[in-house]
T-cell receptor, first 117, second 113 residues
C-alpha cells in the first residue's frame, strides 16, 4: 500500500518549452502533496506544499510563476515547469501525505529527471 | 525553526560490520523524526519513524534508531551490513503540525566486500 507514482520518469526538452510532471497517489487519498527538487549528491529541497482545491504554498525563493502547481483531486498533483531553462535541470520528487492515518509521514514518488537542453 | 544535521556525508563499512549513521536535530516542539533511504535515481523509502511512542524504533531491513532527547539525536544503526544496504540515507524532522519535512544533508553508505 501507500504507493505514489510520477510521470514521466524522465524528460528531455528544449529551452523555452514547458514541461508537466504528474504525481499520483495510487491507493490512498492525499489532501497534501509536496514537491521537492534534488540536485546531484545533495539533499531534497522543498519547493512547495500543495493542498487539494487550494493554491499551493511556495517556499521562499521558489518562483511560483515558473513552477505552477495544481492539486486538482485527492490523488493527483501536477508541477509544470514553464519556459524551462538549463538551470531548471534537476531531479523532481513529489510526496503525498495520507488523508487518514500516519503522523507526519509522507510517501514519496520515484522522481522525475528533467534535462533542459 | 527545525533543522537536522547528519554527521558524515560518507560512511564506509565492511560487509557484516555495524552500521551507524548519525543524526542530530533541533526543534522547539516535540519532534517527529524519520529515516529515509534513497537508491540511485529513485525516490525515498521510509525506513522508520519516531512519533513520541517508544524511543527505540525498529524499521525495515533490520535497521533501528533510538531517540535520545537529552542528546537531541536519532542515530540509525544496523548490526550487520549487507551489500544491498549501499544507498543514500536521509534523516528528517517534522513538527507534525505543519507537516513539512526538513531533511538533513544525507549520508552515502558504502559497503565493502
Amino acid at each position: 500500500g501507500a504507493v505514489v507514482s510520477q510521470h514521466p520518469s524522465w524528460v528531455i526538452c528544449k529551452s523555452g518549452t514547458s514541461v508537466k510532471i504528474e504525481c499520483r497517489s495510487l491507493d490512498f487519498q492525499a489532501t497534501t502533496m509536496f514537491w521537492y527538487r534534488q540536485f546531484p549528491k545533495q539533499s531534497l529541497m522543498l519547493m512547495a506544499t500543495s493542498n487539494e482545491g487550494s493554491k499551493a504554498t511556495y517556499e521562499q525563493g521558489v518562483e511560483k510563476d515558473k513552477f505552477l502547481i495544481n492539486h486538482a483531486s485527492l490523488t493527483l498533483s501536477t508541477l509544470t515547469v514553464t519556459s524551462a531553462h538549463p538551470e531548471d535541470s534537476s531531479f523532481y520528487i513529489c510526496s503525498a501525505k495520507p488523508l487518514a492515518g500516519g503522523l507526519g509521514e509522507q510517501f514519496f514518488g520515484p522522481g522525475t529527471r528533467l534535462t533542459v537542453l | 525553526a527545525q533543522s537536522v544535521t547528519q554527521l558524515g556525508s560518507h560512511v564506509s563499512v565492511s560487509e557484516g560490520a555495524l552500521v551507524l549513521l548519525r543524526c542530530n536535530y533541533s526543534s522547539s516542539v516535540p519532534p517527529y523524526l524519520f529515516w529515509y533511504v534513497q537508491y540511485p535515481n529513485q525516490g525515498l523509502q521510509l525506513l522508520l519513524k519516531y512519533t513520541s511512542a517508544a524511543t527505540l524504533v525498529k524499521g525495515i531491513n533490520g535497521f533501528e534508531a533510538e531517540f535520545k532527547k537529552s542528546e537531541t539525536s536519532f542515530h540509525l544503526t544496523k548490526p550487520s551490513a549487507h551489500m544491498s544496504d549501499a544507498a543514500e540515507y536521509f534523516c528528517a524532522v517534522s513538527d507534525g503540525g505543519a507537516q513539512k519535512l526538513v531533511f538533513g544533508q544525507g549520508t552515502r553508505l558504502t559497503i565493502n566486500p
